[in-house]
């Protein structure tokens, strides 16, 4: 059992070093970033302004069914823009994340579509304001 404690320290060690990094990293970054409510960058899934590894983390919870947080951007995480959030979007933005070329603008701000307007439920009214359905003589 100590063999194995011994083998687990430097694992946590690095990953709690890691974490601090990242969050080190992330915390400078946003700094200088500031994004309307009208636009997000594309690949921040975690709406902090900076893509990162942890935006592929919530895409990959997302996928999984795992709760994500409130912050969660669906159209940021949507980076070929095909209307589903699957591992593809993932990979690309890890693609990006180690300088690979994509063809999509990750990291770009990008503007949201508009929210959809409900159709009006009122009744048809008549000249006078009576709520008679259209087709009543």
């Known amino acids: 059992m100590t063999c194995k404690l011994r ?7 690095i990953t709690v070093a890691a ?5 080190t990293v992330t915390g400078n970054a946003l700094a200088n970033t500031e994004t309307s409510d009208s636009k997000k960058l594309l690949g921040d899934a975690d709406s902090d302004g900076v893509v990162t590894i942890r935006d592929v983390t919530m895409i990959q919870w997302d996928i999984a069914k795992f709760p994500v947080p409130d912050r969660y951007s669906e159209i940021a995480a949507d980076a070929d823009g095909n209307g589903t959030i699957n591992i593809e979007d993932a990979t690309i933005i890890q693609r990006w994340l180690a300088k690979y070329e994509t063809p999509f603008q990750i990291g770009e701000t990008v503007e949201l ?3 959809a307007t409900e159709p009006s439920t009122q009744m048809p009214t008549d000249d006078e304001g009576w709520g008679r359905t259209v087709f009543q003589p």
Do not use: A, G
Not at 7 to 13: A, D, E, G, Q, R
Not at 19 to 23: K, M, N, R, V, W
């Open 113 to 115: 579509p508009e929210p």
């Open 7 to 13: 083998k687990l320290v430097p694992v946590l060690f």
């Open 19 to 23: 974490l601090i990094f990242s969050f």
